[in-house]
C-alpha cells in the first residue's frame, strides 16, 4: 500500500489495474478520471494527479483516453434461450407484409425446423396473416415457429400444429396465427432442443449481453416458456465467472407455502422468487392484454385473464410466507386491477408487513392509473418495467394507439412511478426489444408522454443500482463505483458527457461544475457509445480490440 491506500501492485494473489485519463461515474467523487480495481474489489477512484502518483509498474495500467468508466447494466428481465434463438434464426423485425415474411421463411437455410421472431403486423400497410397453406408451401413442409415481436402469439406450420397437438386447445382456430394456451403449446414443441443446442442459445445471448456492458441478467424462467432444465442451465453459467451474473427466477404458480416449497426443491436449482413472467394477463400486440373497455381495433375483446384474484392472492401470501419475491406479468390495467386486489386479500391474511417485506415485484404493468401506483406503493412492489416499448409502439400511430386511441397516452408511467416511490427497474424483456441499454435510457428520456420523461440519471440508476435492488440484493454497494464497493463496470467510448434531463430548458446544467453530478454521454444524437470493456467483480467479460491499443 502506498500513503493514499491503494495497492502497490500485482502479486500472485491478486491482479491490480489502474484505470486513467477518463471519467469515473461515481459518487464518490463526480471529478474522478482514475480508478483503481484490487482483485474483485474497487479499491480507490481520483484524480488525474493522484493517479500519476500511485502508478506502480507492477499494475496493469489502462488508459481510458477520455472513455467512460461507469456502473455495469442491469437488465431486469430477459430470456436467455429465447434471445439466443432470435440471434441466430430468422430475423423478421423489418418484413413488411406477410409476402415478406413467407419469402423470408422461403430462404430460410438449412432442413431442419424454421425458427423465427419479431415480426409485427402493426407495421404492415395490409396486417392480412399468412395462412397455414401458404406457410407451408413457403416452408416446403419443414415445421415453422415464427414468433410475434412480443412473444405472445406466433406463425406455425401445419406439421407443427400436428406435432405439438394444438387441435382443440384455446388458441388455435385452423390458421397459422396461435395465442393463448395453443401458443404454449407450441413454444414448448419448438424449444424441445438437444443440451448442445440450448447451450448455444443462451451462450450466444450471454456474449452479446457482455459486448453491450451488461454485468447482470435477470432471467424470467417460466413453465410455459421452456422447462427446469433451461432454467438449471441458466443459473450454471454463474460457476464460471466468465459471464454476465444470471439472477434466476420461475414463474410458477404456487397455491400454498408448502406447495411453494415443493416447487422450489423440485427446480434443481436456486431461484430468487417465484415471479416473472407467471403471466396475469397477455400482451397488448396480440390483444391478450387484460384491459378494462375493449380494444379500440377489436370490439367486443378486452383480452384475457389468466389467473383469478383468488389464485394471485394464494401465490402472493405464499411466497410471503416463504419470505421469497412472488410475482406476476401484468400489462393490461384489468390485469393490473386483478393483481392489486390479490395484494390486498394477502395482507389481510398474512400481515400487510410480511407483503411488504417480501419485496414482491410485477413485470411491465404499462397501463397504470394514479389510484393503482397508490396501491402499488403501498405494497412496496417494485415494478419492473421496458423503455424500448414505448420507443417501438408509443409513437403516434403506433402500436399502442391502434390498440387503445386516447389511453394510450396512460402507457408506462416512469415519471408517475417515481413521484409516488414506486421502486422501478429498467430491462428488455430481450428478444422483445434488444440489449442496447444506452437506446432504454434515451427511451426514458424521449418517452412519447413528456409528461412521463425522466432524467438521464434516473434512467441511469433504474438501469444500474436499481436492477439489483429488485433482486432483494443485499449489498448496499452493488451498482456503485466506491472504494469497497465489487468491481462490476463497463468502459464506453463516447463523444460528449452531460447532464441530461427531461426538460430541456435547463440543459445548460450539464456544464456547470457546481451541480457536482456525474456526466453521463449525451444521447441526443441518436447514436449509442461503444462499448470498449465490461467487468464483472474483477473478472473481464469483454474487451474492444482498441481497448489496449
Not at 484490487?38 to 506502480?56: F, M
Not at 452479446?208 to 443459473?235: F, Q, T
Request: aromatic residues 6%; negative net charge; proline residues 5%.
Amino acid at each position: 500500500m502506498n500513503q493514499l491506500g491503494v495497492p502497490a501492485g500485482n502479486t500472485p494473489d491478486r491482479k491490480v489495474t489502474l484505470y486513467r485519463n477518463g471519467s469515473i461515474y461515481t459518487a464518490a467523487d463526480p471529478f474522478a478520471t482514475a480508478m483503481v480495481v484490487d482483485g474483485d474489489t474497487v479499491a480507490w477512484v481520483g484524480s488525474e494527479q493522484a493517479a500519476t502518483s500511485i502508478a506502480d509498474a507492477n499494475m496493469e495500467i489502462i488508459d481510458l483516453h477520455g472513455a467512460l468508466l461507469a456502473p455495469g447494466f442491469v437488465d431486469s428481465h430477459v430470456h436467455l434461450t429465447e434471445t439466443g434463438i432470435a440471434l441466430e434464426g430468422l430475423a423478421l423485425d423489418s418484413v413488411r407484409s406477410a409476402p415478406e415474411l413467407l419469402d423470408a421463411v422461403a430462404a430460410a437455410p438449412g432442413t431442419g425446423p424454421v425458427l423465427g421472431h419479431g415480426w409485427d403486423e402493426s407495421t404492415w400497410g395490409d396486417r392480412s396473416l399468412p395462412t397455414l397453406e401458404e406457410l407451408d408451401r413457403a416452408s416446403g413442409g419443414r415445421s415453422v415457429y415464427l414468433s410475434r415481436i412480443d412473444v405472445h402469439s406466433a406463425l406455425v406450420s401445419s406439421s407443427l400444429a400436428e406435432a405439438a397437438g394444438l387441435r382443440g386447445l384455446d388458441g388455435f382456430q385452423g390458421t397459422a396465427h396461435v395465442l393463448r394456451t395453443a401458443h404454449a403449446a407450441a413454444r414448448i414443441h419448438a424449444r424441445t432442443f438437444d443440451d448442445g443446442t440450448r447451450r448455444t442459445y443462451q451462450e450466444k445471448t450471454l456474449a452479446e449481453a457482455a459486448k453491450n456492458g451488461y454485468v447482470a441478467l435477470a432471467e424470467m424462467a417460466a413453465p410455459h416458456i421452456c422447462g427446469p432444465e433451461d432454467l438449471r442451465l441458466a443459473a450454471s453459467w454463474n460457476a464460471s465467472g466468465v459471464h454476465p451474473l444470471v439472477l434466476p427466477y420461475w414463474g410458477e404458480l404456487a397455491t400454498s407455502a408448502e406447495e411453494g416449497r415443493q416447487i422450489l426443491d423440485s427446480l434443481g436449482t436456486e431461484v430468487l422468487g417465484l415471479a416473472g413472467d407467471l403471466n396475469m394477463d397477455g400482451s397488448l400486440g396480440s390483444r391478450t392484454a387484460a384491459l378494462s373497455a375493449d380494444y379500440s381495433d377489436a370490439e367486443g375483446n378486452s383480452g384475457n385473464l389468466y389467473l383469478s384474484v383468488e389464485e394471485a392472492a394464494q401465490h402472493l401470501a405464499a411466497c410471503s410466507l416463504l419470505g421469497i419475491q412472488g410475482g406476476f406479468h401484468v400489462i393490461g390495467d384489468a390485469g393490473l386491477a386483478a393483481v392489486l386486489d390479490a395484494l390486498d386479500a394477502a395482507a389481510s391474511e398474512v400481515g400487510e408487513q410480511r407483503v411488504r417485506a417480501a419485496g414482491h415485484r410485477l413485470e411491465h404493468v404499462e397501463l397504470a392509473d394514479a389510484a393503482a401506483i397508490e396501491r402499488l406503493a403501498k405494497h412496496s412492489v417494485t415494478v419492473s418495467v421496458q423503455p424500448g416499448f414505448d420507443a417501438a409502439w408509443g409513437k403516434h400511430g403506433g402500436l399502442y394507439e391502434q390498440r387503445l386511441g386516447e389511453r394510450s397516452r396512460a402507457m408506462n408511467p416512469f415519471a408517475s412511478f417515481y413521484a409516488n416511490g414506486v421502486p422501478i427497474a429498467f430491462g428488455s424483456d430481450s428478444p422483445v426489444t434488444p440489449l442496447r441499454p444506452w437506446s432504454s435510457i434515451r427511451a426514458c428520456l424521449e418517452h412519447s408522454n413528456p409528461e412521463q420523461r425522466i432524467s438521464a440519471r434516473a434512467a441511469f440508476l433504474g438501469h444500474t443500482r436499481a436492477g439489483w435492488r429488485a433482486t432483494k440484493h443485499r449489498n448496499p454497494l452493488m451498482g456503485q463505483l466506491v472504494p469497497g464497493a465489487p468491481a462490476s463496470f463497463a468502459v464506453w467510448e463516447v463523444e460528449e458527457l452531460m447532464v441530461q434531463v427531461a426538460d430541456t430548458r435547463v440543459q445548460s446544467w450539464s456544464t456547470d461544475p457546481r451541480a457536482r453530478t456525474p456526466l453521463l454521454p449525451a444521447l441526443d444524437a441518436g447514436t449509442d457509445p461503444v462499448c470498449l470493456q465490461t467487468v464483472r467483480e474483477g473478472r473481464e467479460l469483454f474487451a474492444h480490440e482498441s481497448l489496449r491499443a
